[in-house]
């Protein structure tokens, strides 16, 4: 039994002394945990810079013109046939822009919030419209007609509508990630823009009375009356707006990238609506990239 506990403890003094000759293994002082960490940024504070870009603009004039078909026909019974005639249509435009942004960050561990306003110019952006209509109206709604008449009113319509956007600004609520030199990111807000908008139309109308005749034997026929302008509802009205300040909203996505120290890079996408102005809807898609510095 002796020379058991004897062999016992010299073991066990060999396997110390082995352990105190052990090298220093990563893996046992969390060496790994290291490697798997990643590089912080602080995206904090105010920053500011410049964008380069290029918009596309899809202007809507289905109802530019219905103002002003309803002036003209006002208190007539051509008001309401009239009102829901598409006379133009959808138009796009394509230009470059240029602007600048200035904005705050806050972070908090790995996200990000920011305020931040910008500016952007656009180079000749403006779409238009050109169309025509006619058609044969029969006794409307509200047309006092003998029996057997038949009032034909000839309407024809000519317009055409136009909107060039020159330039906004928008101010902007971003989320954000700090993913080290990157931080991607979303933002919405308000938009408002400044824009040149016209449309003009031109109505030619004319009224012929048809009548029925039954003679003796119970045959109808239709006696074809003669065709008159009606000067009144033919004329022409336009309507020009110069720098009208219209509202509208904002959102997109976009990426930052860490250069140097404060300065980044960024590109980003937006989406911009803004509300009607003289019946026509303006909707901004703007790709940008930019430079900034953050102080």
């Not at 220093?24 to 912080?40: E, I, N």
């Not at 906004?168 to 938009?191: C, H």
Request: proline content about 3%.
């Amino acid at each position: 039994m002796r020379r058991l506990w004897l062999v016992a403890a010299m073991l066990g003094t060999a396997s110390v002394a082995h352990a105190a000759d052990m090298p220093d293994l990563p893996v046992l002082r969390g060496g790994f945990t290291d490697g798997l960490s990643k590089t912080t940024h602080n995206w904090d504070g105010f920053y500011a810079g410049g964008t380069f870009g290029y918009a596309t603009d899809s202007s809507d004039f289905g109802q530019s013109v219905v103002g002003l078909t309803n002036y003209i026909f006002r208190d007539s019974v051509l008001q309401q046939p009239t009102s829901t005639w598409s006379l133009l249509k959808k138009n796009t435009a394509q230009s470059t822009s240029f602007g600048g942004f200035v904005g705050r960050n806050w972070q908090w561990y790995d996200a990000i919030l920011g305020l931040e306003g910008t500016y952007t110019y656009f180079n000749n952006l403006a779409a238009s419209s050109k169309g025509s209509n006619s058609l044969d109206i029969v006794n409307p709604p509200g047309d006092t007609v003998p029996a057997g008449a038949y009032d034909h009113w000839g309407v024809t319509l000519t317009g055409a509508a136009a909107a060039q956007v020159k330039d906004m600004v928008t101010l902007r609520g971003r989320v954000g990630w700090d993913g080290g030199d990157f931080m991607p990111y979303i933002f919405g807000g308000a938009a408002i823009g400044r824009m040149d908008v016209s449309r003009t139309v031109t109505s030619n109308v004319t009224l012929r009375t048809d009548t029925t005749v039954t003679d003796a034997f119970g045959n109808t026929t239709i006696v074809t009356g003669t065709t008159n302008p009606v000067p009144s509802q033919s004329q022409t009205q336009s309507q020009h707006k110069s720098n009208a300040f219209v509202v509208g909203w904002t959102a997109g996505i976009g990426l930052e990238y860490c250069l140097w120290g404060g300065l980044f890079a960024r590109v980003e996408y937006e989406h911009v609506q803004f509300s009607p102005v003289m019946n026509t809807s303006v909707t901004l898609n703007n790709a940008r990239v930019g430079l900034g510095y953050k102080f």
